[in-house]
């Protein structure tokens, strides 16, 4: 897998050259994926964490070849989380995306890869309501297809870019564990500088 990704930032590095360069910053939220966690409140009720889950904050940056094709690398953050008075739970980890894309005119689609690191839950609730305090997940890899409306400058590919994504990872414990997918559909809106 270290050599997958150290060849893809070496030919990203190459074609960077070739390529009109700009920021990019998004925001995003996605659900979905299998249930990682439930908390049952005193009171009555529950709520859950899901594996696909989550705001999804990014930068980066866009690569654009001409009009019709671009190439967008980014990190985030991407997590989830359950609050309640006598505690919390959070289902957190930092993808590595990259994405390239085909463009009609406005409309995008692009196909890409993304890998989540540090993938951690973890659940503070007094009352002995978590089943363990903390589990680290291992590193995983997937897949992503996504549909890009972009707006830009007359000028430039500068703009903003409203999308929606489908995703599919599987997590890994560590411990032996089942493995939970962690398959996610969200929305995401873009500002390339």
Do not use: W
């Amino acid at each position: 897998m270290r050599r997958f990704v150290v060849a893809a930032l070496l030919s990203v590095a190459a074609t960077a050259q070739a390529a009109d360069p700009h920021f990019y910053a998004g925001l995003g939220f996605d659900v979905g994926g299998d249930k990682v966690l439930e908390v049952d409140y005193v009171g009555g009720g529950s709520d859950a964490i899901y594996a696909g889950m989550g705001f999804h904050l990014a930068v980066g940056m866009d690569l654009d070849f001409g009009t019709e094709y671009m190439l967008r690398g980014s990190v985030g953050y991407k997590g989830t989380s359950i609050s309640a008075k006598n505690g919390d739970a959070t289902f957190s980890r930092t993808p590595l995306e990259v994405i390239g894309y085909r463009f009609f005119g406005l409309h995008g689609v692009g196909l890409g890869l993304t890998h989540h690191r540090n993938v951690q839950v973890e659940c503070d609730f007094s009352g002995g309501i978590c089943p363990f305090s903390k589990v680290d997940l291992d590193n995983a890899t997937g897949l992503l297809v996504e549909y890009l409306y972009r707006v830009r400058r007359e000028d430039s590919n500068k703009g903003f870019s409203v999308g929606v994504r489908l995703g599919a990872i599987e997590y890994k414990d560590p411990g032996g564990g089942d493995d939970i997918g962690g398959g996610f559909i969200g929305a995401n809106i873009g500002i390339t500088l």
